[in-house]
């Protein structure tokens, strides 16, 4: 089953003779439960593809569907909702809040979602369980190192069952052995949650781990 619909995306910044065309006439298909990796070098335009697959950017033309709801035609507070609840992001930086426990920081969208933490409890046992943290909950993210604080950030992504995990360079900061282990950590997640995950990254070693690679060359799929 198709979930994510890409058709003749382009995205172009600057005006008349500056006009620079990152993204041009992109179309791509992603099923539902797949693991994807997005590989091109640096400019290639694949960062700004997955921020507007994410509702984060607008295309300058074109359309993405995304469980068969076309999510530029959806007013602010509801790409905001769809931003909560159906994608998960996971960034090269962590960006967790440095005053909260790990158990706080992941159950940051179930708060701003406005849903009750007490009903996530048996969830936030489960996700910190796969993603090795379990010793870890009270913990603040100066007491960890940068892999367990990527986990961090990528259980607080998955915390309210999203369709879609969007992954941009998500070992980009860290040294291989803690790369690796997030990188298995994705392909748990994605066999035992059966999330869908599209990955940025430049790695070969990280691509593998998904299903199959989609690469983007000068704003294109080459």
Known sequence: MCLIKVNEVSKSFGEKENVNLVLDKVSLEINKGEFVSLMGESGSGKSTLLYIIGGLDKPSEGTVVIDEKDINTLKEKEIARFRRQDIGFVFQFYNLVQNLTVEENIMLPVVMDGKKEKDYKDRL?????????????KALPNQLSGGQQQRVSIARAVILSPKVILADEPIGNLDSKSGEEVMKLFKTLNKEENVTILQVTHSEESAKYGDRIIRLKDGKIS
């Open 125 to 137: 046992d489960k996700i910190l369980k796969i993603v090795g943290l379990e010793d870890k909950r």
